[in-house]
């Protein structure tokens, strides 16, 4: 079972930024990976994912703020988060999709305010 584990959250000041991590226990190279968020008596939300080829989908209201990346050779998937906003105060968490099964992180908390 692939284990997955968020870092890099944390208190931040409005327009501050945030480099967001996801370490897979597994190999990520064959995966498409998400990350998603969740704020206090909200649904989770998705906010990025990024093919194993590259490619990549945002969630418009992240879009030209947040960016996601990947390094297969580390097992790792990235969100740079800049421009942040109070409401983007949330716990991050990132899905890894394997065919029909999904593996989530613990998650890791952001708070932007001042």
């Known amino acids: 079972q692939v284990q997955l584990v968020e870092s890099g959250g944390g208190l931040v000041q409005p327009g501050g930024s945030l480099r967001l991590s996801c370490a897979a226990s597994?190999?990520?190279?064959?995966?498409?990976m998400y990350w998603y968020r969740q704020a206090p008596g909200k649904q989770r939300e998705q906010l990025a994912l990024?093919?194993?080829?590259?490619?990549?989908n945002y969630a418009d209201f992240v879009k030209g703020r947040f960016t996601i990346s990947r390094v297969n050779a580390k097992n790792t998937v990235y969100l740079q988060m800049n421009s942040l906003k109070p409401e983007d105060t949330a716990v991050y968490y990132c899905r890894l999709q394997a065919g029909a099964y999904n593996y989530w992180g613990q998650g890791t908390q952001v708070t932007v305010s001042s």
């Open positions: 597994e190999s990520i190279f064959n995966n498409i």
């Open positions: 990024i093919a194993s080829g590259g490619g990549t």
